[in-house]
C-alpha cells in the first residue's frame, strides 16, 4: 500500500511538525507502507521540483507568482491550487492507494479538489468506451481516498500568533474549513483527546476520528544522570539549583509567568537559576521583563543551540517547567517537549491546561500547578527542588509512560488499521 502524504512544510527543516512528519514516516516504512511526500507552497526554497533530506525524498510545490496570488483570501486559494495541480502529477507518477493530508486545512482542501478531479478524469477515459452510468460508476470507484490529519486548528494558532483575533472572520472562516474538510475526508486524526472532542462537538462523527498521538522514540534519548560539566562552568551552575525551559519563546508558552515566579521562588531557594534555552517572538519582551525585575543575575537566556547540543544543556536541568498559558490551543493540543523530557529521566512541572493533563499525571509522572497562577507555580516549584531526592519514582513512572504507551511505534501502529479500513470500504 502506498501512501501519499501531503505536508506543510518538511524537513531539512527542524521544528516539532517535521519531527513528528519524520517519525511517522519512519514507522510507516518499517510497517512495510510505501510512502512519497509533498510539500505545500509555504515550504521555503519551492523552486526546486524535489529534495531528499534525511532519505527522504520531498516533492515541493512551486508557487505562483503573480501579485495577483499575493491579495488577501486568494494567496490561500493559490496555495491550495497550485498544490492540488501539483498532487495530480504525483497522482499519476506515483499512483497512491491514499491521500494523507497534514495541517493545515489548506493541504487538506487541496487533497480533496485533486482526488476528485483524478476521479473525473478516470470516468472520462471510462466514458469512451462505456455507457454515462458506468463512467459514473468508474469515477466512484477510482476515487482516492483523503484522510485528513488535524495536529491544531489553524484559527487558534493564528490568534496566538497575532494574525487574527479570537471569532473575527478570519477566524470564523478558517473554523468553517477546518469543519468542511473533516466533513470531507475520508478518515480524520488527531493527536489528541482534546482535538478530537472538539471536532466531535462540531458534528463529525466520532466513528470518523482516529486520535494518533504524539510520541517519541525512546532510543533517541540518553538518561541524564549527571550534569554537563564544561556548561555548567560556563555558566557558572556548579552550585546553583536550575530551573530550565528548552524550545521556542512563543507567548502561550507563558514564559513571562515563570520569570515573575523566580523571585518568589528565590525567597526561599536563595541559589537558584533559571535557565532559557532557544528563541522566538517573545524573546525580546522576556529579555526586557528579567531587566525590569532586576533578574539578569539569576536568569541565563544562551539563544538558540544547535541540535547536537540540546542533550547537554538538558542535563543543567533540575526541574523543566512548562507554564502554557490557557487559551483554545493550549487547552485542545499536546506538546511534544514534556514527552522528550520523560523519555531523558528528568522531572517536569507543568500548567493544568488540557494537553499537559492528556500527557502528565500529577504525582506519577510529573507535576501541574494551577494555570496562569503565578503563586501557585513558584510553591510547587519551591516544594520540588527542596525534595530533589525523593522524586526518583517520579522519573520511573514517566519512563515506563514512554515505554509502554507513548513511543512512536505505538502511535504509528494505529494507522495500519485505519488505511485498511478506508482502502477496503473504496
Known sequence: MKILHIFDHSLPLHSGYTFRSRAILQQQRQLGFATCHVTSPKHPDSDNGQQTAEGYTFHRTRAYQSWFWRLPVLKELAVVLALKNRLLQLIKTEQPDILHAHSPALNGLAALWAA???????????????????????????AIPVVYEIRAFWEDAAVDHGTCKEHDLRYRLSHALESYVAKKACAVTTICQGLRQDLISRGISADKITVIPNAVDPQQFQLLSAKNVALSQQYQLQDKVVLGFLGSFYAYEGLDLLIKALPLIRQKIPNVTLLLVGGGPQDAQLKQLVSQLGLTDSVIMPGRVPHSEVMQYYSLVDLLVYPRKAMRLTELVTPLKPLEAMAQGMRLLASDVGGHQELIEHGKTGWLFQRDNIEDLAEQATRILQQLGSSEQIIDNGLEFIRTERNWAASVGRYVALYQRIVDEH
Not at 483524478?118 to 460508476?137: I, P, Q, R
Open 116 to 142: 476528485k478531479s483524478a476521479a473525473k478524469s478516470a470516468a472520462k477515459s471510462a466514458a469512451k468506451s462505456a455507457a454515462k452510468s458506468a463512467a459514473k460508476g468508474a469515477a466512484k470507484k477510482t
